[in-house]
């Protein structure tokens, strides 16, 4: 596994992976250097920093470097759905329960969208309350508000 940092407007993203694609993207509150990759970093790795760099930039609206879910076929078909989301838009958790064809399954797809290891380029921060409110985000509901209102411009 590698292991990179990358230092993004929002706070420091650890980001890990292998050749077989990134696992991780986490905010991380440890102090540490951008740790950018070299040439002995898996090409997922690489691909995932300049992607993120880009989508930072405001010039990367989808991600196209490989990705690996760790996870119970449930989590994964949520987290798969969130990639479905539109740049730029939200949907609720009801919505997001009916994209995967089990409306019932509000407070597991809730449960499961706060176990992305995948930040941003997954994009749980793009699904909101029914009432239209930002609801809880990992890394935080102001860079929930941030990722947002970025995807917004």
Known sequence: MDKRFYQSPIGMLEIIGDDE?????????????????????PVPVKECYDQLDEYFQGKRSTFTFTIKFKGTPFQESVWRALTEIPFGETWSYKELAQFIGNEKAIRAVGTTNGKNLLSIV??????IGSNGK????????????????????
Not at 22 to 39: G, H, N, R
Not at 122 to 127: A, I, L, N, S, T
Not at 134 to 153: D, F, I, M, Q, V
């Open 21 to 41: 694609g990134v696992i991780s993207i986490l905010f991380t509150e440890d102090e540490k250097s951008p740790l950018e990759p070299d040439f002995s970093s």
């Open 122 to 127: 997954v994009p749980c921060h793009r699904v």
């Open 134 to 153: 930002l609801t809880g985000y990992s890394g935080g509901l102001w860079r929930k508000k941030w990722l947002l209102e970025h995807e917004a411009k």
